[in-house]
Each structure stands twice: as C-alpha cells, then as structure tokens.
C-alpha cells in the first residue's frame, strides 16, 4: 500500500484504489492533504500488470478455446489487476524523475 512521503500514513486499500483510477496525475493524500505523484517504477510495474488483460489472447491463440471461455476470463483478470494495483503504488513528492507525465 502507498505511504504518504509527508505525513508518513499508510493509505488503505479502498482508499487507494479510488485515488489511483483517475486521470489525473496528481493524487491528494486523504489524511493531510499534500499532493503525490506515481514514482516511474510504480508506473512501470503497473504498466506490465495491465499487460494481462492481453493474457486470454495469447492463451486462445496457443490453445484454440472456445470464445465463451476467453471472453469469461477477461472479468475475471480485471478483478485481480484491480485487487493487486494498490500493492504495488509507490509515491513521491515531485514529478521530478517521473518519465510519464
């Protein structure tokens, strides 16, 4: 879970997961306020975990599945990207060093 460089709290995972699926780059931090940003290698690991809702694709073209079953997993890869991406959310106090902007 994400810790707030300024007041040094530990975000839950409620609240982390509605702070992180915005569009928008800067995340406030809930307890006091100050304003974070993703650090580049949280970007990165999440990046390769959203990487694997492509998985059904390659597993159909290995395996030649029924459509029914591929489409059944897309859901089901969704939900354990959203419950895994608030462990790997790592912050900073500045942009600086973050690639992504």
Known sequence: MPVCQKCKQKWSWSQTVKKTFTL??????????????????????????????????????????????????FPIIFALIVTLHPFIVKLDNSREGNFFL
């Not at 390659?58 to 997993?73: K, Y």
């Open 24 to 73: 928008d780059q800067k995340i406030t931090c809930p307890q006091c306020g100050e304003t974070q940003y993703f650090t580049h290698q949280s970007k990165l690991k999440s990046a390769s975990l959203n990487a694997l809702v492509l998985l059904p694709l390659l597993v159909n073209l290995l395996f030649d599945l029924p459509g029914i079953l591929v489409l059944s997993l």
